[in-house]
């Protein structure tokens, strides 16, 4: 049985290819007067990996009874890539120096180490090559921890080098040498001048040093790690420098790349939070030091949930790297642009005259952000809303100064959204309210503090009850009745309305039950939030609504505003008839004031379109046409139209005129709880209209 060992200790010695005639005799020619000398001496052809002649002693070390045998030996066979990379580096050393230098050197002759002190020297050969000069000065001796430790300071890839006080290099590894840059006379191989100082005091103060720094080599600029410690010269005693390298080069370059991963943005290629909380500070300081001042920007995508749960997300996320572009080139060279997460970004900016500079690069940034865009064969359209935070004197870090922008960015949203507004002191207090108000939201919820108001929809021309509106209201312990206006759009900013949604309608949905067991026939609508309605939950909540409060589906309207029906997605085509196969009515509210579209009119299952009060506020002061166009529609496609906000009787007379089917408004009646809607009833009530016809 044969066994076989990962590195063959013993290679084939294989033979050269014969010499040519005479050659061997010109080699005894030129060479043949180092016989005389009384130690082993052979030559090595550093080209052809073989020994190229031998004086006698030498034939005997490598074990070799004649020149002839030994010059056909082909060492190439047995050397390792470490042994191959110092010869290499021996020949380059010896090209252009004079040099000597001794080492230890083990060899192989018939497959037995022997190891030796080598003196080693360049010589040229007959035909002008360099080749190695080799004087066997003594035997290492056969102490095997010695021999051992002395085979691994040679071959290891450690660069070891013992060093002078005074900086002359006493003993360098062939790993060292090799490392060394050709021709360079320098003080240091350091690329910084610092981490030489460094090195140098540490080890004059402590005896020890390690720091990892780029350093000059033959390979060009690497990162070595490099430790130094005090010690003495074996040889003379003489205090000097220890110091080993190791080239961490591809760590480094692994640990740069793992950076760039934790500072950048997977989707957009753009630094990523993590690296704007160093980054742009470190930026920030040096604008400091130099006295300039800068600006942030805050910019967050108007609506962009809405493209997300509209098309989905990979579309949402086509649209990010669009918008990451389109910052990009709309900024300067040197500013900065960064995405937060979500839809938001930053940029950072420094101009001499900033506040100019701002106001031109706002403008910038609204008009090319806002331009409409393809994302998976629709045409899609967001705007921004900035906030900008002027450094130093909205804030000196960047923690501040982003909060600062953040809540500048809040301003222009609430503004109406599409502007930049600029950071003002009183925001915070703003902020504060925000903050206070989603607590107090939270805590409303959990004690179910929301309660419902009916608001009578009334038949136009026969003026009697035939539904009613839920329209939710706070019952606050210490402020009272508090109206939705004020606390809807926090609790759609910080994702409750979800949650405070879905508390209206299960009320909304047992008041209908009710109804329906008193033998009141009386349709109740509730309204939506686009995020409730987008949150892809919905059919599952209303069917397990519809379990819970025993209430009618068909009883039931659902209000969703048109900006749900802008996406013109199937997703959404998809919910709203599966609401409609349950039963469920749908409603479009506020209508008129959207981007109101035809098409999509005719695309969802809806049943019923509500005019905005706006329109019919103006239907008898000005001659407003759009009231009157919106009733057309409704006709033409046959839907159920339900006029809102009516106040006066000329409002009214003027829906009955038009033929209007239903109509809400405090010319009827405001909002009431449940038992004040019911007290209008009796003699009002007649069955619902249902539909258009
Ligand atoms: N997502 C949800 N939104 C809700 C819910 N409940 C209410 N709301 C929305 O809050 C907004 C303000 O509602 P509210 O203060 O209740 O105002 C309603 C009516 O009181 C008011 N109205 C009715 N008649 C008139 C009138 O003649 N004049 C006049 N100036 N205002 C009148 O209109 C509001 C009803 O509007 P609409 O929903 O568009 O029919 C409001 O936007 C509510 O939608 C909820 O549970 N979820």
């Not at 600006?295 to 098309?311: C, E, G, M, Q, W």
């Not at 402020?479 to 609790?491: K, Q």
Request: glycine share 6%; with cysteine; aromatic share 6%.
């Amino acid at each position: 049985m044969t066994s076989h060992s990962l590195i063959d200790p013993r290679p084939e010695a294989v033979a050269q290819p014969a010499l040519p005639e005479g050659e061997l005799s010109d080699r005894r020619d030129r060479f043949g007067v180092l016989e005389q000398l009384s130690h082993a001496t052979w030559i090595f052809d550093f080209d052809r990996l073989c020994i190229h002649w031998a004086n006698r002693q030498a034939l005997k070390l490598w074990r070799a009874d004649t020149l002839e045998a030994l010059v056909a030996r082909d060492l190439s066979v047995d050397l390792s890539d470490t042994v191959a990379r110092r010869l290499h580096q021996y020949q380059s050393d010896l090209v252009d120096t004079d040099t000597r230098f001794t080492e230890c050197w083990t060899i192989y002759p018939e497959g037995r180490p022997c190891a030796m002190l080598v003196e080693f020297s360049g010589i040229r050969l007959g035909d002008g090559r360099l080749a190695l000069f080799c004087e066997h000065l003594a035997d290492h001796g056969n102490n095997p921890a010695m021999l051992r430790s002395t085979e691994a300071l040679t071959h290891t890839t450690v660069m070891i080098t013992l060093y002078s006080r005074a900086g002359g290099v006493l003993y360098s590894n062939p790993a060292a040498r090799e490392a060394a840059p050709a021709g360079r006379e320098q003080r240091h191989r350091f690329v910084r001048e610092q981490d030489y100082h460094a090195l140098m005091l540490a080890l004059h103060l402590q005896g020890r040093c390690r720091l990892i720094a780029p350093v000059l080599t033959s390979r060009g600029e690497r990162w070595h790690e490099v430790s130094g410690h005090r010690c003495r010269d074996a040889v003379t005693g003489e205090p000097s420098w220890l110091i080993s390298e190791v080239d961490v080069s591809d760590l480094k370059r692994t640990e740069a790349r793992a950076q760039h991963l934790a500072d950048h943005d997977a989707l957009t290629g753009l630094p990523n939070r993590h690296y704007v909380t160093h980054g742009f500070q470190h930026q920030l300081e040096s604008i400091g030091r130099a006295g300039e001042q800068a600006a942030l920007i805050f910019i967050d995508l108007d609506r962009f949930k809405h493209v997300n749960d509209s098309l989905g997300h990979a579309a949402g996320d086509e649209l990010l790297v669009e918008m990451a572009n389109r910052l990009r080139s709309a900024v300067r060279h040197n500013d900065r642009v960064a995405r937060l997460g979500g839809d938001e970004f930053l940029v950072l900016a420094t101009a001499d005259d900033i506040a100019g500079y701002v106001e031109q690069l706002s403008s910038r940034l609204l008009k090319v952000l806002s331009q409409p865009g393809a994302v998976r064969n629709t045409e899609v359209q967001v705007t921004p809303s900035l906030g900008v935070s002027i450094y130093p004197q909205d804030g000196t870090d960047i923690h501040t100064l982003m909060r600062h922008a953040d809540l500048a960015m809040y301003r222009a949203k609430d503004a109406g959204r599409n502007r930049v507004a600029y950071f003002a002191p009183e925001m915070t207090a703003a902020a504060q309210k925000r903050l206070t108000m989603e607590s107090e939201l939270r805590h409303a919820l959990e004690r179910r503090e929301f309660v419902v108001y009916y608001q009578p929809r009334v038949d136009v021309r026969s003026n009697r009850i035939c539904g009613a509106e839920a329209l939710v209201r706070w019952q606050h312990p210490k402020r009272g009745l508090i109206a939705p206006g004020v606390f809807i759009s926090y609790a759609e900013d910080c994702g409750l309305i979800g949650e405070l949604g879905a508390q209206v309608l299960e009320i909304a949905a047992r008041q209908q039950a009710r109804w329906q067991a008193q033998g009141l026939d009386l349709a109740v609508s509730v309204n939506l939030s686009p995020r409730q309605f987008l949150e892809g939950t919905l059919v599952e909540e209303m069917r397990r609504t519809v379990e819970a409060t025993g209430c009618d589906p068909r009883r039931i309207e659902l209000e969703i505003t048109e900006s749900v029906l802008l996406g013109n997605d199937d997703s959404t085509v998809e919910t709203l008839e599966q609401l409609a196969g349950m039963g469920f009515r749908i409603a479009v509210d506020d209508f008129g004031t959207g981007y109101s579209n035809l098409a999509y009119l005719q695309r969802y299952p809806i049943d019923c379109l509500k005019i905005d009060r706006s329109f019919i506020s103006k239907v008898v002061d000005s001659a407003q046409p759009i009231a009157g166009l919106i009733i057309t529609m409704c006709r033409m496609l046959g839907v159920q139209m339900v006029a809102e906000g009516v106040e006066t009787q000329s409002q009214l007379d003027w829906l009955k005129q038009q033929d209007c089917h239903q109509y809400q408004g405090y010319l009827f009646s405001h909002p009431l709880p449940a038992t004040a809607f019911e007290a209008l009833l009796p003699g009002r009530l007649e069955p619902a209209a249902g539909g258009a016809d």
